[in-house]
């Protein structure tokens, strides 16, 4: 039955709705609507998420919804979470759920971290609590203090890739680096999300950016956040564009222009300084951007 709606129905909340409510299942469809004040277009929209007809068969799904609508701010957020992790509505609330969400601010979480955390790390909430337990206790491991403001992260990091996955990475960067585990360490610290990236992704940036921007690896360490911008949309593209401005002479750059400082910049900051006002002295320009952007050879650009 849940086969034949997801392919019949998937488009059409109210057919899904019917279909349901044909097989026994309206009592439990009512309370979504009495119990949890869901509206029928909202109900449809849940079952059509991965997990909301598995839901609502396996069991009432009632009292987990009254439970996360409230905590998470909204039943949109809900439906957006439940797209990574539809176990949110089956996983047991007493037994699983809410010890998880007490050991997180028994860490000092608030609400509002912890609903951050179950947008990036919705399994947090859904594992066993002895594996939370030594989530949280190999964030502490790597030196993550609980007051610090990457602490959700670490923990959501160890979530969401295994311990083996985790010392892996971290060998690698270091052998990548030539760095110690402990300046390693204070890079994670900072920046706890480098841990999620895979090995042939942190590999082809710190080949551009040690190899073709000439970037010192302790430079790296210390500025761990260009580990998280896209190669091709951003690395690539902004310094392919600042290198032919620089080499124009144009706005005073040089050569050696501080990559961070047009790097970091927001996506319309960016080209407004760097595309829009020198397109008509340099043609080509914004093509050459967005060929880059979408990773092709850029056309070439009039010097």
């Known amino acids: 039955m849940l086969e034949f709606i997801s392919a019949r129905s998937a488009a059409n909340p109210d057919a899904v709705l019917a279909?349901?409510?044909g097989v026994g299942l309206s009592r439990r469809i009512a309370s979504l609507?009495?119990?949890?004040?869901l509206s029928d277009p909202q109900i449809g929209s849940f079952l059509l998420v991965a997990g909301g007809a598995k839901g609502i068969h396996a069991c009432d799904v009632a009292p987990r919804l009254e439970f996360w609508i409230p905590f998470l701010g909204s039943f949109e957020t809900l439906l957006r979470i439940l797209k990574g992790n539809n176990v949110l509505v089956l996983s047991d609330l007493e037994k699983v759920i809410k010890p998880n969400i007490a050991l997180l601010q028994e860490c000092g979480l608030t609400v509002c971290d912890i609903v951050k955390m179950a947008r990036f790390a919705p399994r947090m909430f859904t594992s066993n609590p002895k594996q939370?337990?030594?989530f949280v206790r190999r964030a502490d491991e790597l030196g993550v203090p609980r007051t610090s403001g990457q602490f959700k992260y670490m923990v959501g990091i160890f979530a969401n890739i295994s311990?083996?996955?985790?010392?892996?990475?971290?060998e690698y960067l270091s052998r990548s680096l030539g760095c110690s585990m402990d300046k390693l360490r204070s890079a994670v610290q900072k920046l706890p999300q480098i841990l999620g990236l895979s090995e042939t992704n942190l590999g082809s940036k710190i080949e551009f950016l040690v190899g073709k921007v000439r970037l010192e690896p302790e430079y790296l360490l210390k500025t761990p956040k260009l580990f998280t911008y896209s190669l091709e949309k951003r690395l690539v593209a902004r310094h392919y564009i600042v290198q032919v401005l620089a080499a124009k002479?144009?706005?005073?750059?040089k050569k050696d222009v501080p990559f961070c400082s047009y790097v970091q910049l927001g996506e319309s900051c960016f080209v407004k300084n760097f595309i829009d006002q020198h397109e008509n002295v340099v043609p080509g320009l914004s093509d050459a951007y967005a060929a880059l952007r979408a990773g092709k050879v850029p056309p070439e650009v009039q010097h």
């Open 163 to 170: 311990e083996g996955s985790a010392t892996a990475r971290m």
């Open 132 to 134: 939370v337990e030594g």
């Open 19 to 21: 279909a349901l409510s």
């Open 249 to 253: 002479g144009l706005k005073g750059l």
């Open 33 to 37: 609507r009495d119990r949890v004040g």
